[in-house]
């Protein structure tokens, strides 16, 4: 157990010193060398098979939910705050594409070309860095120690924590957006757990991960900066930083975990 943990700590350690001193996209590539760590240390020091990480096939339906319940949820995020009126629409001028020299977005096709380049990048990031460090190695480690709804809240914990960096240097220190910000990285952390732990594999995750923060960060804006849905208290409706994202995931994790328990019944041996 030890070596999770200390490994663990390095990997929060590189990431806060690389919001501290600036590091900027060099601090990335130190998040990306640590999450390439987790070869060895499941090879050599715990003398486990690299699928028991998830790198294993997965059936379609498993696939298909890492692509719809990101959709979904945020689908309903934005219907709740366009209905109640917490934000506005801006036009497509207000997103500025930085694969084309930050110049702004003019059409749908423009928007939807920006949106999956974005997700291709960001899907090879989240499978190197998050996804194969919290679900792959940790979530695993800590099922094996303490059993899987344990494991489930402990590593759901850890992501949660993981986020503070990015809420007190990127966002700034707000005792409610903070608190609000790392409760609602927790509750994503137990949704993309209950999916890891249905399938056993990284790729239904990582595409929820992944397209999770490419609709996220263009639609509601990443930290402090704005995205097609403009709003002016962010700790209602964003996603991640606002109550109505923690009533939607509460919402979601209720009917995931209602589904595995129903799966468990029909499956145990009488």
Request: hydrophobic fraction near 55%; proline fraction near 3%; glycine fraction near 8%.
């Amino acid at each position: 157990m030890y070596t999770p943990i200390i490994y663990l700590l390095i990997c929060i350690l590189i990431s806060c010193f690389s919001f501290i001193f600036g590091l900027g996209s060099y601090g990335q590539v130190l998040v990306l060398i640590m999450g390439l760590v987790v070869f060895p240390l499941q090879k050599f020091v715990h003398k486990d098979t690299l699928q028991n990480l998830g790198f294993r096939k997965c059936k379609f339906k498993n696939i298909l939910k890492g692509f719809l319940l990101p959709i979904i949820i945020l689908g309903l995020i934005t219907l709740i705050n366009i209905l109640i009126g917490l934000v506005k629409i801006q036009s497509l001028g207000e997103i500025r594409n930085p694969f084309n020299g930050g110049a702004p977005i003019s059409t749908l096709i423009d928007f939807s070309l920006f949106l999956f380049i974005n997700f291709a990048i960001l899907f090879i990031l989240e499978f190197i860095t998050e996804e194969l460090l919290f679900r792959g190695y940790l979530l695993n480690k800590l099922t094996l120690i303490y059993g899987e709804m344990k494991g489930i809240f402990i590593s759901s914990i850890v992501f949660g924590l993981w986020h503070l960096p990015i809420s007190i240097w990127l966002i700034g220190f707000d005792s409610g957006r903070t608190f609000i910000y790392i409760f609602n990285m927790f509750l994503l952390g137990i949704v993309l757990a209950l999916l890891f732990q249905e399938s056993k594999s990284l790729i239904p995750v990582v595409i929820f991960h992944a397209l999770w923060n490419t609709l996220e960060y263009n639609f509601f804006g990443f930290a402090n900066q704005t995205g097609l849905l403009m709003g002016t208290n962010r700790i209602i409706f964003d996603p991640e930083e606002g109550l109505i994202g923690t009533f939607t995931l509460l919402l979601f994790i209720g009917f995931l975990y209602k589904k595995t328990l129903i799966k468990k019944v029909i499956t145990q041996p009488i």
